[in-house]
């Protein structure tokens, strides 16, 4: 008998779970951009991540990496705060959608060592970080009861 076994998921199990973690990043960045927003039309500054946001990060980042997804911590911070941004100077900007500071053409706005996407040190690509960015506005989850 062996002493380890390796066990493998059925590949539409892994998509569900990935599919699950990309709208939970979805949730994160919309559910603090709200927060912010509403911080800033009530108090006229700007204000921190809040510890439940950070707590939520956390543990999703973990799921995340675990499936191998390219979503960094610095990541989700600047779409949290470019959708805020966005909010705040366009009042007709769409409330459920996940904005992001990538143009669709080189140079792109990258994260800076050690997260940039281009740095040979990173495992994740610019161009797998927009398409996973673009992938949040789309996704759409079937909940069993």
């Given amino acids: 008998m062996p002493k380890s076994a390796k ?3 059925p590949a539409e199990h892994i998509k569900q779970l990935e599919d699950r973690c990309r709208a939970e990043c979805r949730d994160l960045i919309l559910s ?4 912010l927003e509403f911080y800033y039309k009530r108090h006229g ?7 439940w946001s950070k707590k ?6 973990a799921r995340a990496n675990t499936l191998k997804l390219p979503i960094t911590r610095k990541i989700l911070t600047q779409a949290m705060f470019f959708t805020i941004r966005v909010r705040q100077n366009f009042d007709h900007a769409n409330r459920r959608m996940v904005y992001y500071p990538y143009t669709p053409s ?3 706005c990258v994260p800076e060592h050690p997260e940039d996407p281009n740095h040979p040190t990173n495992p994740f690509k610019a161009k797998d970080v927009r398409r996973f960015m673009s992938s949040l506005q789309n996704i759409t989850i079937e909940m069993n009861n």
Avoid: V
Avoid at 32 to 35: N, P, Q, R
Avoid at 45 to 51: K, Q, R, V
């Fill in 7 to 9: 066990y493998s998921l």
């Fill in 32 to 35: 603090t951009a709200d927060f």
């Fill in 45 to 51: 500054c700007d204000a921190t991540l809040p510890n």
């Fill in 106 to 108: 080189p140079p792109q």
């Fill in 56 to 61: 939520w990060m956390t543990h999703l980042l």
